[in-house]
């Protein structure tokens, strides 16, 4: 492997590249997808390939290609110098690159029980107990359950003599209960909506104790159909791990990518109010109680690595401190345009991808003190909403809108009866700011995504979030008519 | 077929399947998906990023019986060939039997559609791309304004053999050029143009219409939400197609019963008459789907009341009649997808659109929607690059954004006038002919800053 990737970068620096970097990554996939008991889609995946980017003078362009061989390195590593010249046509300000030190050495995600070679047998049978389990109960449509895994393995090498080498390990399953009776479909799911996720090995899959779960969520989703609509209004709401890391995600993890906010993203994603300038005045972005951290040496998150993908080692930045917006997302191009050095997040998904700043761990930090059963108790009026079910969030990541599979009335400090259809609304730096009450550790849990899109060509990501509960006051819930 | 490219794809098709029948498969559908990539993105009116790849899949479904396990692989050598018939045949050999598994699909009559081609788009360079986004840029320049977007080009190879004698492929090519501007006091406008041949892309219009909107919706004020009637523009008006595909267009949809649909049911305008048609050439045509069934011009809506929804052969199977050409690659948990979505042009210059509407808003596009009840098809979503108060059939100014709360189907009841004039839009998946619509009621449920 080290022969084709310092061919593609003696080939690139012969043409005329001042810096070069190639990603060689091979990634294989599992997936098993059950339907009300029917094994409906199990699936294995393989491919493999590098990329080339390079810098001249400083435009960039990247080539890639499946074919590993000497020749395609050459041809690969020619194309991308030439896209490189042809950006150079429309290019204002050259790209500089901060000066990290070369990346050394290898990372592999932990792991004690291989995914991989855990039978097939065992993994359908697994997901099966849950599906059967949810699905006895009467009124349930149908159900879905699923467990994906996914390793990579990834050699990167650059102009400047890194060269690092890691294995990643993803899994990830969740079961999921559906009631339909006319117009009205709810659901229930756990460990949240998206699925349980964690970089690790099939011990965080029966960590999870689907099939334990299957039977009360099944039963919630039945409730729900006769439940009544969840009432409008401004109200005090708490929110559970499976609907908070979201919040997080679309609320503080897009709005500090720095390459969101020099408008690199503009024509797709969007771009973020959290502009520099508020970087400078120490801009309130929540209640005190509000400490957010990136973090990719977080344990099972999606987002921890050795290394990011231009050879940057991992570490933890904050990003808003005691409720102080203080730090970015940031890469080896953007971080020194606010005086940093980066802040290792830029990655790609897989060989034919550039990098990107993407989020690693955004985690919420939990706060000595009170559980998340205590915050209830706490609680005098309000609505407890669990697990996402709708999300949509403005171009610079103000206006918020998320919906929820369930909420829960909580009068005089207890979890009362079930509403449908609930929804909240808001903007962030308001809604974060009226954050009264963070759960401690007992509530604080690794979840993730592994869908978050970015970038054109599109890219899927893979990042983690560790969050406990949090309250927030006075909050606009139930929009829409229905 | 007569492009090589086609022909390649298909006999590295023919090899897969026969490793996976040397494997003991009794039925075996190998897909072949092979594209040359391209795309040049620019921001701060300057190119920042610029990519190109090649790449390749073989995806191959191996049946024994009813048991299914599908692999997939880039490696196109004997030994990646006969590795992956081992790991569809070991997924086969311990999975469950899909009891109404009804079979692969048989060959039906595909034939190939010359317009999905363009050489000069599978032959686009890097500089073409550039000098298109040059175009874009100097259009912003002479604005006023920043141009930030994306010119992709690019040549997809497909072919499908299974063990039932489908023998198909085809090479097709797209290309899309979308620039958002942005200028001083806020303003943001959007254009895009996608086609089969990106020689016929107009970089400097497109340019010149985001830039225009971009000056229009400068110094935007708030407005209050509420119901308003509403003008969209063809960039927001694909969002409905693609949702109601996304809902409710599925033949698994309405089986599961979290569709809308129910054939002969009125639930829109007598305005609205919607096609699934991969043949229509002014979209992005394909000739036949990911299982190797020749795409079917299917009616979704015809005046308003539902017409059919699209087949795989796996739902086709389930309702005892044949696939209309829909599936998408295996295993698909999701189930058939309108991929070609074509909205029948209506009668009104689109100019006149506004004209009647005593106060309502022009709407550009919509950004980052999404569903709150997938049935009724409510979805949220935001205002995005240009929403203009209307009063008395004419725009008087521009306004922030606004977050609506919507049911797509009362939206499509409500379309009081359907324009002359269509666009071809890349949508979710695939190429969406839409044009621009007058509805006579949209619920916006907030706003925001800008």
Same mark, same amino acid.
């Given at each position: 492997m080290r022969d084709l990737t310092q061919r593609a970068l003696d080939t690139a620096t012969q043409l005329g590249a001042g810096y070069a970097d190639v990603r060689v990554?091979?990634?294989?996939?599992?997936?098993?997808?059950?339907?009300?008991?029917?094994?409906?889609?199990?699936?294995?995946?393989?491919?493999?390939?590098?990329?080339?980017?390079?810098?001249?003078?400083?435009?960039?362009?990247?080539?890639?290609?499946?074919?590993?061989?000497?020749?395609?390195?050459?041809?690969?590593?020619?194309d991308a110098v030439r896209i490189a010249r042809a950006s150079a046509t429309a290019l204002r300000e050259p790209a500089v690159l901060d000066d990290r030190p070369p990346a050394h050495g290898t990372y592999e995600t932990p792991v004690v029980e291989d995914p991989f070679t855990v039978p097939l047998e065992r993994k359908i049978a697994d997901l099966l107990a849950a599906d059967e389990a949810a699905s006895k109960i009467k009124g349930i449509a149908f159900t879905e359950s699923m467990y994906a895994a996914q390793r990579e393995w990834k050699t990167f090498a650059a102009t400047d003599g890194s060269l690092t080498e890691q294995t990643i390990t993803h899994v990830g399953s969740a079961v999921e209960a559906n009631a339909v009776d006319g117009d009205e479909?709810?659901?229930?799911?756990?460990?949240?909506?998206?699925?349980?996720?964690?970089?690790?090995?099939?011990?965080?899959?029966?960590?999870?104790?689907?099939?334990?779960?299957?039977?009360?969520?099944?039963?919630?989703?039945?409730?729900?159909?006769?439940?009544?609509q969840c009432p409008s209004g401004r109200f005090t709401i708490i929110l559970d791990p499976s609907q908070l890391y979201l919040q997080v995600h679309e609320s503080c993890g897009h709005p500090t990518e720095l390459d969101r906010v020099y408008g690199t993203e503009a024509s797709y994603a969007g771009t973020s109010f959290l502009t520099t300038d508020k970087l400078d005045e120490g801009f309130r972005y929540g209640s005190d109680l509000v400490t957010i951290v990136a973090d990719?040496?977080?344990?099972?998150?999606?987002?921890?690595?050795?290394?990011?993908?231009?050879?940057?080692?991992?570490?933890?930045?904050?990003?808003?401190?005691?409720?102080?917006?203080?730090?970015?997302?940031?890469?080896?191009?953007?971080?020194?345009?606010?005086g940093r050095r980066s802040g290792g997040a830029m990655r790609a998904d897989g060989w034919n991808r550039i990098p990107l700043i993407r989020m690693t761990n955004i985690n919420l930090l939990p706060r000595p003190g009170m559980s998340l059963d205590d915050i209830v108790a706490d609680t005098d009026d309000g609505l407890y909403l669990s697990s996402n079910r709708s999300w949509s969030i403005d171009d610079r990541r103000l206006n918020f809108q998320f919906a929820t599979e369930v909420a829960y009335e909580v009068k005089g400090g207890k979890k009362g009866r079930l509403f449908k259809n609930p929804t909240y609304t808001g903007i962030t730096y308001e809604f974060w700011?009226?954050?009264?009450?963070?759960?401690?550790?007992?509530?604080?849990?690794?979840?993730?995504?592994?869908?978050?899109?970015?970038?054109?060509?599109?890219?899927?990501?893979?990042?983690?979030?560790?969050?406990?509960?949090a309250r927030f006051r006075d909050v606009q819930v139930g929009v829409g008519k229905w | 077929m007569n492009d090589e490219r086609a022909r390649d794809a298909l006999a590295l098709a023919e090899r897969a399947l026969a490793f996976a029948e040397a494997a003991g498969a009794s039925e075996a559908e190998a897909l072949v998906m092979a594209e040359d990539a391209a795309l040049t993105r620019f921001a701060n009116s300057q190119i920042h990023q610029n990519v190109a790849e090649t790449n390749a899949v073989v995806n191959l479904r191996f049946v024994v019986g009813k048991r299914i396990g599908v692999a997939s692989s880039g490696r196109t050598d004997d030994e990646g060939l006969r590795?992956?018939?081992?790991?569809?045949?070991?997924?086969?050999?311990?999975?469950?039997?899909?009891?109404?598994?009804?079979?692969l699909p048989t060959p039906t009559a595909v034939e190939p559609i010359a317009a999905g081609y363009a050489s000069a788009t599978a032959d686009a360079s890097p500089?073409?791309?550039?000098?298109?986004?040059?175009?874009?840029?100097?259009?912003?320049?002479?604005a006023g304004v920043t141009a930030y977007g994306s010119f992709a080009t690019g040549t997809e190879t497909t072919a499908v053999a299974n063990s039932k004698g489908i023998r198909v492929g085809e090479t097709r090519?797209?290309?899309?050029?979308?620039?958002?501007?942005?200028?001083?006091?806020?303003?943001?406008?959007?254009?895009?143009?996608?086609?089969?041949?990106?020689?016929?892309?107009?970089?400097?219009?497109?340019?010149?219409?985001?830039?225009?909107?971009?000056?229009?919706?400068?110094?935007?004020?708030?407005? %209050?939400? !509420?119901?308003?009637?509403?003008?969209?523009?063809?960039?927001? #008006?694909? $969002?409905?197609? &693609?949702?109601? /595909?996304?809902?409710?267009?599925?033949?698994?949809?309405?089986q599961e019963?979290?569709?809308?649909? %129910?054939? !002969?049911?009125?639930?829109?305008?007598?305005?609205?008459?919607? #096609?699934? $048609?991969?043949? &229509?050439?002014? /979209?992005?045509?394909?000739?036949?789907?990911?299982?190797?069934?020749?795409?079917?011009?299917?009616?979704?809506?015809?005046?308003?009341?539902?017409?059919?929804?699209?087949?795989?052969?796996?739902?086709?199977?389930?309702?005892?009649?044949?696939?209309?050409?829909?599936?998408?690659?295996?295993?698909?948990?999701?189930?058939?997808?309108?991929?070609?979505?074509?909205?029948?042009?209506?009668?009104?210059?689109?100019?006149?659109?506004?004209?009647?509407?005593?106060?309502?808003?022009?709407?550009?596009?919509?950004?980052?929607?999404?569903?709150?009840?997938?049935?009724?098809?409510?979805?949220?979503?935001?205002?995005?690059d240009g929403t203009f108060l209307v009063e008395d059939g004419k725009v008087v100014g521009p306004v922030r954004n606004l977050r609506f709360t919507q049911s797509y189907l009362d939206a499509i009841a409500a379309v009081s006038a359907v324009s002359q004039e269509r666009m071809t839009i890349k949508g979710f998946l695939g190429g969406v002919v839409v044009p621009a619509l007058r509805i006579d009621g949209w619920t916006f449920t907030g706003t925001t800053e800008h």
């Open positions: 990554v091979r990634r294989v996939d599992e997936s098993i997808a059950i339907k009300s008991g029917r094994v409906e889609g199990v699936a294995t995946g393989e491919n493999e390939g590098f990329g080339v980017r390079v810098l001249v003078d400083g435009a960039w362009g990247f080539a890639s290609s499946l074919r590993l061989t000497a020749e395609e390195a050459d041809r690969v590593a020619a479909h709810q659901r229930r799911s756990y460990p949240d909506s998206g699925g349980g996720w964690n970089a690790a090995g099939y011990e965080y899959v029966r960590g999870l104790r689907l099939a334990e779960h299957a039977e009360p969520l099944a039963d919630e989703a039945v409730a729900l159909l006769t439940a009544p990719a040496t977080a344990p099972g998150g999606m987002g921890s690595f050795g290394w990011d993908d231009e050879g940057v080692a991992a570490q933890r930045v904050p990003l808003v401190q005691d409720g102080i917006f203080v730090g970015y997302l940031s890469s080896r191009e953007t971080a020194p345009r606010i700011r009226s954050c009264d009450a963070v759960g401690d550790e007992r509530s604080y849990v690794m979840l993730g995504t592994p869908n978050c899109g970015k970038g054109e060509p599109g890219q899927t990501g893979h990042v983690g979030h560790a969050v406990p509960g | 590795t992956l018939a081992e790991r569809a045949a070991a997924i086969a050999g311990v999975v469950e039997e899909l009891p109404d598994w009804s079979g500089e073409l791309r550039a000098d298109g986004v040059r175009q874009v840029i100097a259009a912003a320049d002479a090519t797209a290309a899309q050029l979308l620039t958002v501007s942005m200028g001083p006091g806020g303003g943001s406008g959007y254009a895009e143009q996608a086609a089969v041949d990106a020689t016929t892309i107009d970089a400097a219009a497109i340019g010149r219409q985001a830039a225009h909107t971009a000056r229009a919706s400068v110094d935007a004020v708030a407005l %209050e939400a !509420g119901d308003y009637p509403v003008v969209l523009n063809e960039y927001a #008006v694909v $969002d409905l197609l &693609d949702m109601l /595909g996304y809902l409710g267009f599925s033949a698994l949809a309405v019963e979290r569709s809308f649909v %129910e054939v !002969g049911k009125r639930v829109g305008s007598e305005l609205v008459t919607i #096609v699934d $048609d991969g043949r &229509d050439p002014t /979209g992005l045509p394909m000739a036949f789907d990911y299982e190797g069934v020749a795409k079917q011009r299917v009616s979704l809506l015809e005046a308003g009341v539902c017409g059919g929804v699209v087949y795989d052969a796996q739902t086709a199977g389930r309702d005892g009649v044949s696939s209309t050409g829909h599936g998408l690659p295996a295993p698909n948990t999701y189930g058939p997808f309108p991929l070609n979505q074509v909205m029948t042009a209506g009668t009104t210059p689109r100019d006149e659109l506004l004209a009647g509407m005593e106060r309502g808003l022009l709407v550009t596009r919509f950004h980052y929607t999404n569903p709150v009840h997938p049935k009724l098809v409510i979805v949220t979503g935001m205002t995005r």
